[in-house]
């Protein structure tokens, strides 16, 4: 079991940066791989950004690559999105995962057994 806690979210220019932080508690962190998903208001939740176990991995899809990156810190249980050059169609709660069954979590949200509660980013144009 493992309890994670979003934080980081907020109101941006276009163009600005926010970095997403996802704090896991409970069973050791290292044993996850972490994701991020974002949904905005009437659409489906999208995939935003994977990371294996090992870190060893990556995956972003077109619409984020290049602009959002992930990244973990097993020290303090701790898995970031750090995200530049934010557009109006960004925004979006965002909500950070984590696969106790998978090495790599990818972009399936079927892949992810807990979830945390949400942060809500908005991009203003």
């Known amino acids: 079991q493992v309890q994670l806690v979003e934080s980081g979210g907020g109101l941006v220019q276009a163009g600005g940066s926010l970095r997403l932080s996802c704090a896991a508690s409970?069973?050791?962190?290292?044993?996850?791989?972490m994701g991020w998903f974002r949904q905005a208001p009437r659409k489906e939740r999208e995939f935003v950004a994977a990371?294996?176990?090992?870190?060893?991995?990556?995956g972003y899809p077109d619409s984020v690559k290049g602009r959002f990156t992930i990244s973990g810190d097993n020290a303090k249980n701790t898995v970031y999105l750090q995200m530049n050059s934010l557009k109006p169609e960004d925004t979006a709660v965002y909500y950070c995962?984590?696969?106790?069954?998978?090495?790599?979590?990818?972009?399936?949200?079927?892949?992810?057994?807990?979830w945390g509660q949400g942060t809500q980013v908005t991009v203003s144009s």
């Open positions: 995962a984590a696969s106790a069954s998978t090495y790599y979590g990818g972009s399936l949200p079927s892949n992810y057994d807990y």
């Open positions: 990371i294996s176990r090992s870190g060893g991995s990556i």
């Open positions: 409970g069973r050791t962190f290292s044993s996850y791989s």
